[in-house]
């Protein structure tokens, strides 16, 4: 799949789980693509991934355990970055001035100034980056999107999401892999992974384009998750995580406020016993969509809850976004489809690789990536002053008012 035209060569830097079901599932798998470089600080990743590509592609990709001689290279058109948090905008911004095309991993930032780094990088260049916010292309998202869109909803004036997902296993047995999650756990507090959540609501309130998130606080609960999985799992965890004082709650919750006077809740919750959810609701003056309860709701509805819990298939007919229609026709029953999030991640790179193909600026952007991103400083910076409100900075510099041609405009944009 792909446009076989084009073979755009890729350094792939971070090849642990995610960097490797880009690969297996995605990357290998695409005609418009070679793999010609693999960065891992672990060297026999970068070897085992460079087989799999010897594997399905027939060439094999030269590895390095130094990142920055993925940039380096003559023989790389595209940066693909998947690897820990602390590496994406270092990496991402030498790309980009590089001259590479770059898509980097979502993530929370570390610092304010990792944002404003990302947008010198930018201006410096002109070229943007590319965020790998797979949710924003979820099914469920992208239909409600079309349907506010479409007026269905009214106007909006509320929407929540979260990333709610017991990761207390994942995090406790952080070594060799995803030690920087429970790095995080140990070192901070604040909405650590907002992006998930923050993406497709972002898209669908025209953050960046005609509106922006202005101000936001966040409240954290205590750190208690974690000490108790521990303790109830001595034979797998380290018993020194039994009594670690964590800093991170386990339930944090942040409020933001948009230039147009919507609000958006969103609430990171990963290390308590829970089903995965990202809570995606949208309320409007004439409608409300819930994923939790599966529904949609229109102004003059009855009010019984029962005849609306798990009702979108009614919807699906009219309301299905023509990219999720297309991927149904062409991979619905791809055996992958699981491994790729259900489809969002193929989906992902798709919007990726046609605004390469087309020439223009990726769909999620630098701005986008910058102002997402930022949710996590600043929500620490509330919850260390007692849930104060904090300004969110305005990245594009009062572009978002209009963005003039520096933005896309297409079907991948979610504008329409
Ligand atoms: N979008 C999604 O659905 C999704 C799902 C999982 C993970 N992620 C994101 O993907 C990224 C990676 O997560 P993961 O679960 O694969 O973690 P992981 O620990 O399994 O893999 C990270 C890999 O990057 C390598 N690495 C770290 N720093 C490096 C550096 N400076 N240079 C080269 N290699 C380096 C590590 O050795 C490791 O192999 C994170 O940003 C995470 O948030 C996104």
């Known amino acids: 799949m792909g446009n076989a035209a084009v073979k755009w060569r890729i350094g792939l830097i971070g090849v642990g789980a995610r960097g490797m079901s880009h690969l297996s599932g995605i990357l290998t798998e695409r005609d418009d693509v070679t793999i010609t470089r693999i960065a891992d600080l672990v060297e026999s990743r970068a070897a085992d991934a460079a087989g799999l590509v010897r594997e399905k592609m027939g060439n094999t990709p030269a590895v390095t355990t130094d990142w920055r001689r993925i940039i ?50 930018y201006e410096e260049t002109g070229n943007h980056v590319m965020f790998l916010e797979n949710c924003c292309y979820d099914r469920n998202e992208l239909m409600v999107t079309r349907m506010v869109r479409a007026g269905l909803f009214g106007e909006v004036v509320h929407c929540e999401g979260g990333y709610q997902h017991d990761l207390r296993d994942m995090i406790l047995k952080g070594y060799p892999t995803n030690q920087f999650r429970v790095a995080s756990f140990m070192h901070r507090c604040c909405e650590y992974y907002p992006t998930h959540d923050l993406g497709p609501i972002a898209k669908l309130l025209d953050i960046g384009r005609g509106n922006r998130m202005v101000s936001l606080v966040s409240m954290a609960s205590s750190a208690r998750g974690l000490n108790d999985y521990a303790k109830r799992h001595p034979d797998t965890i380290d018993p020194a995580m039994q009594d670690y004082r964590f800093c991170q709650g386990d339930v944090v919750q942040t409020m933001i406020r948009c230039a147009h006077g919507q609000t958006i809740t969103l609430t990171v919750d990963t290390s308590l016993p829970r089903f995965y959810s990202r809570n995606f609701t949208v309320q409007g003056t004439r409608g409300f969509f819930a994923e939790r309860e599966q529904t ?71 701005y986008d990536m910058a102002a997402w991103m930022a949710i996590t400083p600043l929500s620490e910076i509330s919850i260390r002053n007692g849930s104060s409100s904090v300004d969110i900075p305005d990245f594009t510099r009062g572009a978002w008012i209009d963005r003039g041609a520096d933005k896309y405009v297409g079907e991948w944009a979610l504008d329409r």
């Open 72 to 121: 380096e290279a003559d023989d790389v058109d595209c940066v693909v970055i998947a690897s820990d948090w602390d590496n994406h905008v270092p990496a991402a911004c030498a790309a980009m001035r590089a001259g590479k095309k770059t898509a980097c991993e979502c993530g929370g930032a570390y610092t304010l100034d990792e944002c404003w780094e990302l947008v010198r990088a």
């Open 296 to 366: 949609v709701f229109l102004d003059g509805d009855s009010h019984s809850r029962s005849d609306y819990l798990n009702n979108l298939d009614k919807y699906r007919p009219e309301w299905e976004h023509p990219i999720w229609k297309r991927f149904n026709e062409a991979r619905e029953n791809n055996a992958d489809n699981a491994k790729l999030h259900g489809g969002m991640d193929w989906i992902l790179f798709d919007a990726w690789f046609d605004a390469l193909a087309e020439g223009k600026v990726p769909p999620i952007d630098t």
